[in-house]
């Protein structure tokens, strides 16, 4: 079985599906201490990764069903790829800092780690158009916004002396993002092909 084919296995589709319901709810549980005290205008904004991959949810959900979800796809290939980065990053820093991790940590880094691979797996599925990517793009950047000029970004305390480098660094984060999900979807899909 070649691995386009794997991708779409039903069965592989499943796994994924469960596995991602899964982490949505143990992502929404881990910011529920800082949801607690998120004012209710800001709420959809503070949980950035169980969000993205309750993107995928929906995509997942298409792709057993045989259809496809465009809005969703360029939502959950965005910000997979962003926050699946993003957490790596974060938790290596922590390293650095105090020079250990505990292994909710290795799992967090490990987890994001496929989580921003997953949305890129399925690519050649998506059926993203210009329009779909504005979207995703403007919800990426105005999360940033929201994160860093209202300070709702997530919580990671050793950090705090950093939040304006953090800041930067996810503002180009989401720019690279955006633009590796046109490269990918949008830009490729419609390139000429060479005669």
């Excluded at 800001?42 to 045989?66: H, K, Q």
């Excluded at 959950?76 to 650095?96: C, D, P, Q, R, S």
């Excluded at 490990?110 to 399925?122: D, P, R, V």
């Amino acid at each position: 079985m070649n691995f386009t084919l794997l991708l779409r296995d039903k069965k592989v589709l499943f796994i994924l599906l469960v596995v991602n319901i899964i982490g949505t709810l143990y992502g929404f549980i881990w910011y529920g201490g800082q949801l607690s005290v998120t004012p209710n205008k800001y709420l959809i904004f503070v949980p950035d990764s169980p969000t993205a991959s309750l993107f995928f949810v929906f995509v997942l959900i298409g792709l057993i069903l045989r259809t496809n979800l465009p809005l969703f796809e360029a939502l959950a290939i965005v910000t997979l790829f962003k926050y699946g980065i993003w957490a790596v990053v974060m938790n290596v820093l922590v390293l650095i800092e105090i020079g250990y991790l505990d292994w909710s940590s290795y799992m967090l880094i490990f987890s994001h780690g496929a989580m921003a691979i997953q949305g890129l797996l399925y690519k050649s599925f998506y059926k993203i158009k210009g329009w779909h990517l504005v979207v995703a793009a403007i919800w990426t950047l105005h999360n940033d916004v929201i994160d860093y000029l209202f300070n709702m970004m997530p919580r990671y305390s050793v950090l705090d002396n950093y939040i304006p480098q953090i800041g930067y660094f996810t503002f180009w984060l989401s720019v690279i993002s955006i633009g590796i999900t046109y490269f990918l979807c949008i830009r490729k899909k419609n390139a000429i092909p060479e005669i």
